[in-house]
């Protein structure tokens, strides 16, 4: 069992930054890949990163490609997706998830989930 928390999330201006955070319990983190989705209003949750369990191997959804940044400290348990040059278009929640294996963009791969934290984004 993992239980994630998130943090960070906020309301901000277009162009600027964010960091969000999320923790895992449990003492085998470094045995799951994380991933970061989000999901807007209406709309369907969407894949935004994911990192494997070394931190060695990243890939991006093509809307966020070069402007965020995932990574990940084994030592603290936590991964961390770095946003920037925000758009309006970014307003989500935004969860952090657990998955046994690296390498899907499917949200029905992950098995674990925090709450979620809401990014909002204005022009």
């Known amino acids: 069992q993992v239980q994630l928390v998130e943090s960070g999330g906020g309301l901000v201006q277009a162009g600027t930054s964010l960091r969000l955070s999320c923790t895992a319990s449990?003492?085998?983190?470094?045995?799951?890949?994380m991933g970061w989705f989000r999901q807007a209003p209406g709309k369907e949750r969407e894949f935004v990163a994911a990192?494997?369990?070394?931190?060695?191997?990243?890939h991006y959804a093509d809307s966020v490609k070069g402007r965020f940044t995932i990574s990940r400290d084994n030592t603290k348990n936590t991964v961390y997706l770095q946003m920037n040059s925000l758009k309006p278009e970014d307003t989500a929640v935004y969860y952090c998830?657990?998955?046994?294996?690296?390498?899907?963009?499917?949200?029905?791969?992950?098995?674990?989930w925090g709450q979620g934290t809401q990014v909002t984004v204005s022009s």
């Open positions: 449990g003492r085998t983190f470094t045995s799951y890949a």
């Open positions: 990192i494997s369990g070394s931190g060695g191997n990243t």
């Open positions: 998830a657990a998955s046994r294996s690296y390498g899907s963009r499917r949200y029905r791969d992950y098995a674990y």
